[in-house]
């Protein structure tokens, strides 16, 4: 399916190009913010705060009677966003949990309905400079985890690499990487860690290059960036969480509120898409746009980062 390219106004919520902290660039952000048509007295759930590059013009647009409730695992993600709000005109609530929980956590909170959310589900500097293995170009432990703090319950890539079997190994990367040599490079792993247990990402990256064909690791993405998606997202259970965290927003969503998301590969896209489509077939929704936003010229000149980057919003329809 062919996205359709950004046609609101070039004027932003302020400058897209960088967040307040001023190293993570925000995708779609004015794009975002006047799609959900934020109200100054609204309840705004950002569900993925990372590098606070969209909750602080969140916070902007909402006055002294809106609310802000913030979520995320990382403990670092969570100080970024107290320095980022400070200051602001909203009530803002952070909460450390996985969006998943959002019902959970919003209960505890007293929260009984939200009217705006935002799940941007990119990928900020901070995270693949946190040494958790993440990134293929440097030497670090083969963790790939969200959780700050793993311990020997937490499911890491390289329990993985190391114990899983080679068909199950196959299918992740398949399934959720949509890797066309997963079974090669599933083969490699299992080959090398007879030898020795495979421990960083950059031992990882170097066993997938050589595993699949010359031109194939001279293609535009390096040949290692499906296999390692596929594995985070294993780790994380991303897909489950993200399923568990749209319904649970959307039974906290008001009439006339809206869910945004933003998806950065065809899988995410495809779940997300595929709830929106069902919660319009009920009559409990109605899609903002039919087909998803994508990034104009301009950005993608400014931040070649963005150029996979979908907008889908979603609104409940008014009970009449």
């Known amino acids: 399916m062919r996205t359709r390219r950004s046609q609101f106004s070039s004027d932003p919520v302020s400058s897209p190009a960088t967040d307040v902290v001023g190293e993570h660039t925000p995708v779609l952000l004015h794009e975002t913010i006047e799609s959900l048509s934020i109200k100054p007295d609204d309840t705004v759930v950002d569900a993925t705060l990372g590098g606070a590059g969209h909750a602080r013009y969140l916070a902007d647009k909402l006055g002294e009677k809106g609310t802000l409730i913030g979520f995320d695992v990382d403990t670092h993600a969570i100080a970024r ?27 505890k909170l007293g929260v009984r309905n939200i009217t705006k959310t935002l799940f941007d589900l990119g990928w900020s500097a901070y995270q693949l400079d946190s040494g958790r293995g993440f990134s293929f170009l440097r030497e670090e432990p083969l963790l790939m985890t969200y959780a700050t703090e793993p311990n020997s319950e937490t499911l890491t890539a390289k329990r993985i690499v190391n114990e899983w079997k ?22 490699a792993i299992i080959a090398e ?16 290059a050589r595993a699949v064909p010359l031109a194939y690791r001279r293609g535009r993405l390096h040949p290692a960036t499906r296999t390692f998606q596929a594995l ?15 319904k649970a927003a959307w039974e906290k969503l008001s009439p006339q509120g809206r869910i945004a998301v933003i998806t950065f590969h065809s899988i995410e896209d495809r779940l997300v898409k595929q709830l929106f489509v069902a919660w319009e ?40």
């Open 281 to 320: 077939k009920t009559g409990e929704g109605l899609r903002v746009f039919k087909k998803p936003i994508a990034p104009g010229k301009e950005e993608l000149t400014r931040n070649p980062r963005a150029r996979s980057a979908k907008l889908r919003v979603v609104e409940r329809k008014k009970i009449l």
């Open 166 to 187: 080679e068909e199950s190994i196959a299918d992740v990367l398949w399934g959720w990487g949509e890797e066309r040599y997963s079974r090669r490079i599933a083969r």
């Open 81 to 107: 966003a107290e320095s980022a709000l400070a200051g602001v005109k909203p009530k803002v609530l952070l909460v450390q949990a996985n969006f998943r929980h959002l019902d959970q956590e919003l209960a």
């Open 232 to 246: 985070r997202i294993a780790v994380n259970d991303e897909l489950g969480a993200l399923r568990d965290g749209l």
């Open 193 to 208: 860690r007879q030898h020795k247990p495979i421990a960083s990402s950059l031992q990882l990256a170097e066993i997938i």
